[in-house]
């Protein structure tokens, strides 16, 4: 019997003011609900403004305890629902101690799980080595009452060991939470080849994996504090692809959404039994993969 699972995909503008992004959120995710949505996931960061633009010890003020007050809102929000739920916090640990870390929260309110961002990028207008340090919770699928997700943050998206890894622990969706956009003085040629690179290798994780994958990015322009850039315009592009990398759904570039897509659960089984790729791995030849490089 065919097994579809409706996924709400929430692409979101953000402004200076915590409250109103998250009530703008919940808001979001009500109407998803209503309309049948069973999974939702946000973008990454999704409470403020993308902050790591600049390094600034006052911006640890935005992360949170993820039994505190701000995280219990999400929580509330998905047992009204009865919806899965994937959020991305700024998390604070301990005092001097941060992570990046993606919560996804039970029909009935409940932590199914948390993964920790692993790969912790450090380029102009992307200091996120400045505030999170990488996850230690490997790379683990999170089961749930929709099936056991792969989640992943972002700069993880570029990282095919990483989708294996969920794919090899059982993961039957990869899921990525992103924030990424554009520097304003490259040229349309060279941000056109970024964005086609970006969307082109999670579709590569899912042909190689017979995964769907559903990624969720930040939309529209924010301005980086310090002036020494331009700062991001976001690309948005939110998108869901199916087990051979074929584009179910793909959000604009310019416009928030909130949207639900139906994915076909069943498919996964076929493209795998298609295309034998975990069958024909040859996997006692692979240990160079754990080296930095091969001399």
């Known amino acids: 019997m065919k097994k579809t699972l409706k996924i709400g995909i929430i692409q979101q503008t953000n402004v200076d003011d915590v409250s109103k992004n998250r009530q703008k959120l919940i808001e979001k995710i009500y109407k998803l609900s209503a309309e049948g949505a069973e999974l939702i996931v946000l973008q990454e960061l999704h409470d403020s403004l993308y902050f790591c633009q600049v390094e600034s010890t ?24 009865g919806i899965v739920l994937v959020t991305s916090m700024f998390e604070k640990r301990a005092t001097g101690l941060y992570h990046n870390t993606a919560v996804v929260y039970e ?39 929709v099936g056991k997700l792969g989640v992943l943050v972002c700069w993880d998206q570029w990282y095919p060991e990483a989708a294996r890894l969920m794919a090899l622990r059982g993961a039957e969706m990869l899921i990525y939470p992103t924030a990424i956009g554009w520097e304003s003085t490259d040229t349309i040629e060279e941000k056109t080849r970024q964005q086609v690179a970006w969307q082109t290798v999670q579709r590569g994780h899912a042909v ?5 994958v559903i990624t969720v990015n930040r939309v529209g322009h924010e301005v980086d504090p310090s002036s020494q850039t331009n700062g991001i315009q976001f690309w948005g592009f939110s998108f869901v692809a199916g087990p051979q990398g074929e584009i179910i759904y793909q959000a604009p570039s310019d416009a928030e959404v909130e949207v639900t897509v139906e994915i076909d659960m069943n498919r996964s089984e076929q493209v795998r039994r298609w295309w034998p790729f975990l069958r024909d791995r ?14």
């Open 107 to 145: 029909k009935d309110g409940t932590i199914a799980g948390k993964y920790r961002k692993m790969h912790i990028p450090d380029d102009p207008a992307y200091y996120e080595k400045f505030y999170f340090t990488p996850g230690d919770l490997g790379f683990e699928p999170i089961s749930t009452s």
């Open 208 to 212: 190689a994996n017979g995964l769907p």
């Open 282 to 295: 040859r996997i006692e030849n692979y240990s160079g993969i754990t080296k930095r490089f091969l001399d």
């Open 58 to 81: 006052d911006n640890f003020d935005l992360a949170v305890d993820l039994n505190g007050p701000e995280c219990d809102m999400y929580a509330q929000t998905a047992k009204a629902c």
